[in-house]
């Protein structure tokens, strides 16, 4: 059994039944989620097929601390325990779960990277740290990463209003507790004077495989430099090739209000790159048939036949996939290689052939500590390659 | 911190993507070793052409790449800060107050770190740090926006005429007369009420 925290497993032994059952209530195994999908990644929301998720986080201060850099490590305890309690108190509807992040052992905070449950600055940063999260994984509260709280909500598609609604209301859960540090002038204030102000990151993960197929890709950087927007790899990786997956978000916080910053993105800024990937996808459909088809066809053919694969690799190729099960479904394409791909069936026994959640299913459990972790040990490199391979291989001929 | 655009290096230009992919990468591989992960990104634009290189450390090394794999945007910042005029009133302000009262922090501690030790330092450093905010938020100087509902009426107060300022600046600058008329009595307005 994987346990979170050490400490609070020997302090079980003399507790008290109800202090047991509270703690089995707020601690999670992660073996409970790592075999699922999580909800934001459920190829629900608006837009999903070039959108895959939304994402909108605040970043705050408690009043009458230093930020993090100036704290000691038993303030930046003080300043743990405070929050946690906080946030394990809201009633968002979920179980809600205190994951330590300081205390789990390296793997698991991989895994919660992959996840995109918490940063890769909060899994490896220093001092006492936490998250806590709602089981559906809609909500994380990081606490203590750069600043005190960290409070990001993700919904699938383009939902970012629904998202601004949501964090807003938990904001005011938070507030009611806790005194934020604010400024008049300068509004909510942050360790980093680039969060300074709403202290909002608006972001959106985007799969754009028709642009680069169709070597259109420089219009989307172009537009993104335009519009002063900040352009990331998804799962880390930092070419372009790498699955086509991209997140972009604002780099203004300060002298704009939230909600004008979120009605850009989703009135301006996503429908004009979503129809860059949308056109590129008609034109490769009208004029690039082959090189759609040989890119899909090659994809599944490695997918289902290699023995070994590696995390970036099966990314690059199961972005293929995603592609041509989005044409089929909402553009009703219609070419020999995405024939094929309608003709396969699904593990769960799909009729409708291969779904896109089911490859975003294969996108996230077949990450390097997912696969760790479902699979109940530590493997190397050469073994996580064979073991991916395997899932896949297992999922695309079933 | 997570490190938001292309920036230049004595190496070349580091762009965004891979800027970002040392912060986000999970494991990408080095091209050089295959093995290691790969934590220095290098982009090279020539005239046409855009070349990514990604390697590890050590390969980078070898290869006589000394360049810092993990450069954060906070370094940059810092890069910025360091940058700045020699003003001779913000070297002034700076010999004044080298260290925050509050939690002892130096603009020296902010250049390293990028990041500042409390939030009295916006006040202690704000000739040096204005400028800075203002580029990094694209001219914005004052904050609107959600005010916490469990601030002051005075502090609210306060946000409300920041901004009411900033537009009456805009009106005038933008020679809207009108609207800056009717901004300056609604200040007024705020002050006396």
């Known amino acids: 059994?994987?346990?979170?925290?050490?400490?609070?497993?020997?302090?079980?032994?003399?507790?008290?039944?109800?202090?047991?059952?509270?703690?089995?209530?707020?601690?999670?195994?992660?073996?409970?989620?790592?075999?699922?999908?999580?909800?934001?990644?459920?190829?629900?929301?608006?837009?999903?097929?070039?959108?895959?998720?939304?994402?909108?986080?605040?970043?705050?201060?408690?009043?009458?601390?230093?930020?993090?850099?100036?704290?000691?490590?038993?303030?930046?305890?003080?300043?743990?325990?405070?929050?946690?309690?906080?946030?394990?108190?809201?009633?968002?509807?979920?179980?809600?779960?205190?994951?330590?992040?300081?205390?789990?052992?390296?793997?698991?905070?991989?895994?919660?990277?992959?996840?995109?449950?918490?940063?890769?600055?909060?899994?490896?940063?220093?001092?006492?740290?936490?998250?806590?999260?709602?089981?559906?994984?809609?909500?994380?509260?990081?606490?203590?990463?750069?600043?005190?709280?960290?409070?990001?909500?993700?919904?699938?598609?383009?939902?970012?209003?629904?998202?601004?609604?949501?964090?807003?209301?938990?904001?005011?859960m938070v507030e009611s507790k806790v005194d934020y540090a604010f400024d008049a002038r300068l509004g909510y204030l942050t360790a980093c004077p680039t969060n300074l102000g709403t202290a909002i990151?608006?972001?959106?993960?985007?799969?754009?495989?028709?642009?680069?197929?169709?070597?259109?890709?420089?219009?989307?950087?172009?537009?993104?430099?335009?519009?002063?927007?900040?352009?990331?790899?998804?799962?880390?990786?930092?070419?372009?090739?790498?699955?086509?997956?991209?997140?972009?978000?604002?780099?203004?916080?300060?002298?704009?209000?939230?909600?004008?910053?979120?009605?850009?993105?989703?009135?301006?800024?996503?429908?004009?790159?979503?129809?860059?990937?949308?056109?590129?996808?008609?034109?490769?459909?009208?004029?690039?048939?082959?090189?759609?088809?040989?890119?899909?066809?090659?994809?599944?053919?490695?997918?289902?036949?290699?023995?070994?694969?590696?995390?970036?690799?099966?990314?690059?190729?199961?972005?293929?996939?995603?592609?041509?099960?989005?044409?089929?479904?909402?553009?009703?394409?219609?070419?020999?290689?995405?024939?094929?791909?309608?003709?396969?069936?699904?593990?769960?026994?799909?009729?409708?052939?291969?779904?896109?959640?089911?490859?975003?299913?294969?996108?996230?459990?077949t990450l390097p500590a997912h696969l760790q972790i479902n699979r109940g040990e530590q493997l190397d490199s050469a073994h996580r390659d064979a073991l991916r391979a395997e899932i896949i291989r297992s999922t695309l001929s079933s | 911190m997570q490190p938001e655009r292309g920036f230049e290096t004595a190496y070349g230009l580091i762009c965004s993507f891979c800027a970002a992919c040392w912060y986000n990468n999970i494991y990408m591989r080095c091209q050089i070793c295959q093995q290691n992960e790969a934590t220095v990104h290098l982009t090279d634009i020539s005239e046409k052409h855009r070349t990514e290189m990604h390697v590890c450390e050590l390969c980078a090394q070898q290869q006589g790449l000394t360049v810092k794999s993990h450069i954060s945007l906070n370094e940059l910042l810092s890069g910025l800060l360091a940058a700045q005029p020699a003003d001779d009133d913000v070297l002034g302000e700076l010999k004044e107050e080298a260290a925050c009262p509050r939690c002892g922090f130096t603009l020296e501690d902010f250049r390293r770190t990028g990041l500042l030790g409390c939030p009295a330092d916006y006040r202690a450093f704000e000739k040096a740090l204005m400028p800075l905010v203002e580029k990094a938020h694209d001219g914005g100087t004052s904050h609107c926006g959600k005010v916490p509902s469990r601030l002051r009426t005075g502090a609210r107060k306060e946000n409300r005429l920041w901004n009411l300022r900033r537009l009456l600046d805009e009106a005038v600058r933008g020679e809207d007369y009108e609207k800056a008329a009717v901004l300056r009595d609604e200040i007024q307005k705020l002050r006396s009420g």
């Not at chain 1, 929301?45 to 000691?72: E, H, K, Q, W």
């Not at chain 1, 997140?247 to 429908?271: H, K, M, T, Y």
């Not at chain 1, 396969?344 to 089911?358: F, N, P, T």
């Open chain 1, 1 to 172: 059994m994987r346990v979170w925290c050490v400490k609070y497993r020997v302090s079980l032994c003399n507790a008290s039944k109800s202090a047991a059952a509270r703690w089995r209530l707020n601690h999670m195994k992660l073996t409970e989620i790592s075999g699922n999908l999580n909800e934001w990644l459920s190829d629900s929301g608006p837009m999903s097929d070039v959108v895959l998720s939304s994402r909108i986080r605040l970043a705050r201060n408690l009043a009458g601390y230093n930020f993090l850099g100036g704290c000691t490590d038993g303030e930046r305890s003080e300043i743990l325990k405070r929050l946690k309690d906080v946030l394990l108190g809201l009633d968002l509807g979920d179980r809600m779960f205190y994951i330590s992040v300081h205390r789990a052992p390296k793997l698991d905070r991989n895994f919660l990277v992959e996840r995109h449950l918490i940063s890769r600055h909060h899994a490896f940063g220093k001092g006492p740290r936490g998250a806590v999260v709602a089981q559906r994984e809609f909500f994380t509260g990081m606490i203590n990463e750069e600043d005190h709280l960290r409070m990001q909500v993700i919904r699938s598609g383009c939902q970012l209003r629904r998202c601004a609604e949501q964090i807003d209301r938990i904001d005011d």
């Open chain 1, 201 to 365: 990151r608006v972001s959106v993960m985007l799969h754009m495989p028709a642009l680069k197929m169709a070597g259109q890709i420089e219009r989307f950087f172009n537009a993104c430099r335009d519009m002063n927007l900040a352009v990331r790899g998804l799962f880390g990786e930092g070419s372009e090739a790498a699955g086509d997956f991209y997140q972009i978000s604002n780099q203004v916080s300060l002298g704009v209000a939230e909600a004008d910053i979120v009605s850009r993105f989703e009135d301006q800024v996503i429908p004009e790159i979503v129809e860059y990937e949308t056109a590129a996808r008609h034109f490769l459909l009208a004029d690039r048939v082959n090189v759609l088809d040989d890119k899909i066809s090659r994809a599944l053919a490695l997918l289902k036949n290699a023995q070994l694969i590696s995390s970036h690799e099966a990314l690059f190729l199961l972005s293929h996939l995603r592609l041509g099960v989005n044409m089929l479904r909402h553009m009703g394409a219609e070419s020999p290689a995405i024939r094929r791909l309608s003709s396969l069936r699904g593990a769960g026994g799909d009729s409708e052939g291969l779904s896109i959640s089911m490859i975003n299913k294969l996108f996230l459990l």
